[in-house]
């Protein structure tokens, strides 16, 4: 990660434009801080592409995009990465954020930056219409950064998932895990379906009853995931419940959109969940001050 980020670094002194991929259910989550420092440095424009917003609830994913719009120096659009009239949208975009190169005696320059498993290599292959990048629902899938020709005029850089060193927020490890952004090595797929199963419960109780045909109303998420082990009969010998195959059920079901269209955090959840945080930080740290000046006394 340390070398991509110096590579991207060094390739952004040459671009004009970057175009970050985000997880359109969780685009706050799966932005990596890294990109802005980078971008702002070089005072880069920013194509912000909410992909998967075929997955993503369609309320959510319009408050994000109003969000990031309000940005200086941000075009936010939702985009399924797969679907070639979307993604053929994105130059003219990019375009529009530098219109320095529409003079054309300079080729407009694009990168795209993100997480792992966000989708970029996808996105790469639909602009291109043809295959360059390997594509697959794990992180960490893109290992070398390329420049290739996308037109007349116009070159992209394609750049590795980049995550960064630490995770400041716990809700933003569980929902990155969730979405596949994070490997299963890192993670104990349990606690993780439980924190999904809990926004679930929340925030989306009827597409629960609608998969697993189960009633939620009365169930918290340990419970959830014991319900659809039922459901699913995942037994183990003695005929105990299989939780953690009950948890990758889960898990699979929202990674494919089996679940129905959801997102896992909005502008405002994610505004109350950064308050509570640091709320909790700030009554947790010891009031030293308060010390020094008893002993000063």
Request: hydrophobic fraction near 45%.
């Amino acid at each position: 990660m340390a070398s991509a980020r110096k590579k991207a670094a060094e390739a952004m002194a040459a671009i004009d434009v970057v175009i970050e991929v985000v997880d359109a259910r969780l685009p706050a989550a799966s932005s990596n801080p890294m990109i802005a420092q980078l971008r702002q440095f070089r005072n880069r424009p920013c194509l912000k592409l909410l992909n998967k917003s075929d997955l993503a609830d369609p309320a959510a994913t319009q408050a994000w995009m109003d969000f990031y719009n309000r940005q200086p120096g941000v075009k936010a659009v939702a985009i399924s990465a797969k679907s070639a009239a979307e993604v053929a949208r994105v130059p003219a975009l990019c375009r529009q954020l530098a219109p320095h190169r529409d003079d054309g005696t300079k080729p407009l320059r694009m990168m795209i930056m993100g997480i792992p498993n966000v989708g970029k290599s996808t996105l790469m292959n639909t602009l291109l219409k043809r295959k360059v990048a390997k594509v697959g629902d794990e992180p960490a899938v893109t290992k070398h950064q390329q420049t290739l020709d996308l037109g007349p005029g116009m070159t992209l850089t394609d750049t590795p998932g980049m995550m960064w060193p630490k995770i400041d927020y716990d809700p933003d490890g569980y929902m990155l895990a969730a979405s596949h952004a994070i490997g299963r090595n890192a993670v104990i797929d349990e606690e993780v379906a439980s924190f999904l199963g809990g926004i679930l419960l929340e925030r989306y109780p009827a597409l629960l009853a609608a998969r697993y045909r189960i009633e939620p109303a009365a169930l918290d998420a340990p419970a959830l995931i014991e319900a659809i082990g039922r459901r699913r009969g995942c037994l183990v010998k003695g005929g105990g419940l299989d939780l953690e195959k009950a948890s990758l059920i889960l898990l699979q079901d929202y990674r494919d959109g089996a679940l129905g269209r959801v997102s896992l955090e909005t502008p405002q959840s994610r505004a109350q969940m950064i308050a509570t945080v640091d709320a909790a930080r700030a009554e947790a740290v010891p009031d030293d001050q308060s010390v020094d000046e008893d002993e000063d006394d």
